[in-house]
T-cell receptor, first 115, second 114 residues
Framework: DTGVSQDPRHKITKRGQNVTFRCDPISEHNRLYWYRQTLGQGPEFLTYFQNEAQLEKSRLLSDRFSAERPKGSFSTLEIQRTEQGDSAMYLC?????????????FGSGTQLSVL | DQQVKQNSPSLSVQEGRISILNCDYTNSMFDYFLWYKKYPAEGPTFLIS?????DKNEDGRFTVFLNKSAKHLSLHIVPSQPGDSAVYFCAASEDGGSQGNLIFGKGTKLSVKP
């Protein structure tokens, strides 16, 4: 069990640029989640996948955000035309499908800074 | 409008004593509650959970108490150890936690002093 892996750990970009983050969940975990955490706040749910299907999206996920999980394994989160308000820690988590009481396993996150 | 509130941003406790972290919620539809611990530069790690059909769940040094009528839960750590120093997040969900859409509080930073 190698845990949830996120890449990169840190990303600095200029306002208006596009960025993409990658998440590799724990192998055989069917569910994959994206959360965002800003300074002084708890993580906020963005979206989640069950296998390759995106089942729920938060209203926090504006049109500039898109997430994919094409083969039901790794996932990418893309932010287009970044804004300074997008600066945050982006956390990925996974969980197995067969649990009724989900405990999410989080990665270490990608820290995004938009200048 | 915060549905899960942790009103104490920080807590300092002496090693060996009890740490009590509190959490209040407003949504009566929440039926599953979790505590996560977060060290700097790491993602949150699951600590303990409780279903709304119970009022207490214990796991080693960690006990979570749920008071549904008061919409309040608390995490007790006994005895506290310096390695427990971290930020603790309370989280809640509907549907028995089956959807993974957790609502987190802002966290309480616990410092356990030797």
């Amino acid at each position: 069990d190698t845990g949830v892996s996120q890449d990169p750990r840190h990303k600095i970009t200029k306002r208006g640029q596009n960025v993409t983050f990658r998440c590799d969940p724990i192998s055989e975990h069917n569910r994959l989640y994206w959360y965002r955490q800003t300074l002084g706040q708890g993580p906020e749910f963005l979206t989640y996948f069950q296998n390759e299907a995106q089942l729920e999206k938060s209203r926090l996920l504006s049109d500039r955000f898109s997430a994919e999980r094409p083969k039901g394994s790794f996932s990418t989160l893309e932010i287009q035309r970044t804004e300074q308000g997008d600066s945050a820690m982006y956390l990925c988590a996974s969980s197995p499908l067969d649990r009724a009481d989900e405990k999410l396993f989080f990665g270490s996150g990608t820290q995004l800074s938009v200048l | 409008d915060q549905q899960v509130k942790q009103n104490s941003p920080s807590l300092s406790v002496q090693e060996g004593r009890i740490s009590i972290l509190n959490c209040d919620y407003t949504n009566s539809m929440f039926d599953y509650f979790l505590w996560y611990k977060k060290y700097p530069a790491e993602g949150p790690t699951f600590l303990i959970s409780i279903s709304s059909i119970k009022d207490k769940n214990e796991d080693g040094r960690f006990t979570v108490f749920l008071n549904k009528s008061a919409k309040h839960l608390s995490l007790h750590i006994v005895p506290s150890q310096p390695g427990d120093s971290a930020v603790y997040f309370c989280a809640a969900s509907e549907d028995g936690g089956s959807q993974g859409n957790l609502i987190f509080g802002k966290g309480t930073k616990l410092s356990v002093k030797p």
